[in-house]
C-alpha cells in the first residue's frame, strides 16, 4: 500500500527528471513512471520505485531496476538509478535539437541535481553520435563542463576508452554551438 503526502508526490515526481540535462521543453511534458512498486514518504523524503522503473518525460527516458529520490527541505538533492545483473541503468536525453540523443549507461547512475552533478558506477558508457567514453567511474560536473574519469589502484585492468569523431567533435554544453 502506497501513502503519500501530495505535495510530496508531486515534489518527487516532477524533479525526477528535472535534472538540467534536457531540453527545455521537456519540462512542459507529461511525467510517466511505471514500476512494480513505489514508496513515497514524506517523513524522510526518500520516494523508492522498484522492478522494471521505465521514467519518460520528452525526449528524456530514464529505466532501471529501482530509482531511489532523496529530498530535504521540499528540494530533490539526490536520484539513484540501479540496473541489476542482467540490465544497467540507462538515461537517454536530447540536450540539443541538432544532435544525436546522449545515451548514460552504467550499473549505477546517481544524478544530485543542486549541484549540476553526474556519477556513473560500475561498466560505466556514455555516447553522443559517434563520440563516446567508458570506464568504471565517471563523474560529469555539468555547469562546469568537467568530465571526469577515475580509476582507482585495485582496479587498474579497468582502462577509460574515449572515442571522438572528428567529423563530429563533442559539446559537453547543452546550448547549441
Same mark, same amino acid.
Request: hydrophobic share 35%.
Given at each position: ?19 538540467? +540535462? ?26 523508492? +520505485? ?19 529520490? +532523496?529530498?530535504? *527541505? *521540499? ?49 560505466? +558508457?556514455?555516447?553522443?553520435?559517434? *563520440? ?34 572528428? *567529423? ?10
Amino acid at each position: 500500500m502506497i501513502q503519500i503526502k501530495r505535495s510530496l508526490f508531486i515534489l518527487c515526481l516532477s524533479c525526477i527528471l528535472s535534472l538540467g +540535462y534536457a531540453l527545455d521543453s521537456d519540462q512542459q511534458k507529461p511525467l510517466l513512471i511505471s514500476s512494480d512498486t513505489a514508496d513515497l514518504n514524506s517523513q524522510t523524503g526518500v520516494g523508492i +520505485y522498484t522492478g522494471n522503473v521505465i521514467i519518460d518525460q520528452g525526449t528524456t527516458h530514464v529505466s532501471g531496476d529501482k530509482v531511489t529520490s +532523496y529530498s530535504e *527541505n *521540499n528540494k530533490i538533492n539526490q536520484i539513484v538509478v540501479e540496473g541489476n545483473k542482467k540490465k544497467q541503468a540507462r538515461y537517454e536525453s536530447s540536450l540539443d535539437p541538432n544532435k544525436p540523443p546522449l545515451i548514460a549507461i552504467a550499473d549505477i547512475i546517481k544524478f544530485f541535481p543542486e549541484k549540476n552533478y553526474a556519477i556513473l558506477l560500475g561498466h560505466a +558508457y556514455v555516447q553522443q553520435g559517434e *563520440n563516446s567514453i567508458a570506464g568504471e567511474h565517471l563523474e560529469y560536473d555539468v555547469t562546469n563542463k568537467i568530465l571526469k574519469s577515475i580509476n582507482t589502484p585495485s582496479n587498474k585492468a579497468v582502462r577509460t576508452r574515449i572515442v571522438i569523431d572528428p *567529423n563530429n567533435l563533442p559539446s559537453m554544453d547543452k546550448t547549441p554551438s
